[in-house]
């Protein structure tokens, strides 16, 4: 059982000392603005669209600050986290600061409930209503007594590192590559899962896949709740930050393409469905999420398998130094990809 530090401060990678009170309190404070970085982005496209000349090149400004802004909340909370240092100034509002982290697939999830149940209200309203309260559970803080891990964790570790492989190797390396294949052409992306479909939708392949990908994120839960500190590792916070953030992610992806698209509504899950419809990712308010969402879905996906890959290598007696470069390689090619990928689904095209 790991002690418990008492209250202090916290010192953010050498930098500036901040209290643990702020620490707690910037996360979800930040995620309570995260719609505004969405208006922003979703603002800059309707006037890059209309405009000519100086402002289209200043509503392409926008955009892009937007779209910065709206990594804000997971960059804050991330650094929180690594500053968190092993103490527990925080701790009782540790997973309000994972939950800040998650905020780009969170905002779809409220999205995906809203539809789901047909809210008649703008479901921002709870977004508002829900970061108020977390912000001020965060302000108010609470000692958290470090939990002791059970037997079992170690197996269940290796067990979510197995499935993970499996998925890869089944599923998420092929729809990922078929994603960013839009970058080439709609039709060569369509014609490419239509292939895919017949591997990934038969009656074994699929209830499998789906199955796995329910163990992933119960077990990363669990994982993510009894992983109290990361101190002076950022590569394992990063891991537990980002299995929250995938999990976030996948609950509305799940959740919209099974649930509501093809059981609810009965639609095709396709392109034309994943880029917002004829009006596009970037046409309307309620679509404009997703440009964040699939960025950050696409990036974390990559970094949680990077971090996961890091651990394997270390168990296997790599050197320190090696496995983070591979770490840090694969996370910033993830990151290149991730752009690519959407920059696909917003209608980019090489060659
Ligand atoms: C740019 C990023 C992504 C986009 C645009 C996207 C879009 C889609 C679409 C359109 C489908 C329906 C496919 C079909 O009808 O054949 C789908 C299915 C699915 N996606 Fe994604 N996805 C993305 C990333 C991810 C990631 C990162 C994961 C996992 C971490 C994931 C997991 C799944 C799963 C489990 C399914 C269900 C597959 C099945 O039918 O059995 N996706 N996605």
Redesign the pocket.
């Given at each position: 059982m790991t002690d418990v530090a008492p209250a202090e401060s916290l010192s953010v990678r050498g930098g500036p000392v901040i209290s643990a009170r702020m620490a707690a309190i910037l996360p979800p404070f930040l995620a309570l603005l995260y719609p505004l970085a969405v208006w922003g982005l979703f603002a800059s496209a309707s006037l890059m669209r209309e405009a000519e000349g100086t402002t289209k090149i200043a509503a392409l400004y926008g955009a892009t600050a937007s779209l910065l802004c709206a990594a804000i909340p997971s960059l804050v909370s991330f650094a929180m986290l690594v500053g968190h240092n092993g103490r527990e100034g925080y701790s009782g509002t540790r997973w309000i600061t994972l939950l800040a982290f998650a905020a780009p697939a969170l905002f779809t999830v409220e999205r995906v409930i809203a539809a789901g149940f047909r809210w008649t209200f703008d479901d921002r309203l709870v977004w508002i209503v829900v970061w108020v309260a977390l912000t001020a559970i965060a302000a108010a803080g609470r000692e958290r007594k470090a939990r002791l891990q059970p037997a079992w964790t170690g197996r269940l570790r290796f067990a979510h590192g197995v499935s993970a492989a499996v998925?890869l190797a089944l599923?998420?390396i092929a729809?990922?590559g078929n994603?960013f294949i839009g970058l080439l052409g709609t039709d060569l992306h369509i014609q490419v899962?239509e292939m895919?479909?017949v591997w990934?939708?038969s009656g074994i392949?699929?209830p499998v896949?789906?199955a796995l990908?329910l163990f992933q994120v119960a077990s990363g839960v669990w994982l993510a709740s009894i992983r109290q500190y990361a101190p002076n590792d950022p590569f394992r916070m990063l891991q537990v930050a980002t299995g929250v953030g995938?999990a976030a992610?996948?609950s509305a992806?799940?959740l919209v393409?099974?649930i509501v698209a093809?059981w609810g509504v009965g639609i095709?899950?396709?392109?034309v469905?994943?880029t917002g419809f004829k009006v596009g990712l970037l046409g309307n308010l309620s679509n404009a999420r997703q440009v964040p969402y699939?960025l950050f879905?696409?990036f974390v996906?990559i970094a949680h398998l990077a971090c996961g890959l890091r651990v394997v290598l270390l168990a296997h007696s790599w050197r320190i130094a090696i496995t983070n470069r591979i770490a840090v390689g694969i996370i910033v090619s993830g990151g290149v990809f991730?752009i690519a990928?959407?920059a696909g689904?917003l209608g980019l095209r090489l060659g």
């Open positions: 998925i599923f998420l729809h990922l994603h899962m895919l479909r990934y939708r392949v699929e896949i789906v990908f995938v992610f996948l992806h799940m393409i099974f093809r095709d899950t396709n392109w469905f994943a699939y879905a696409t996906t991730a990928t959407v689904m």
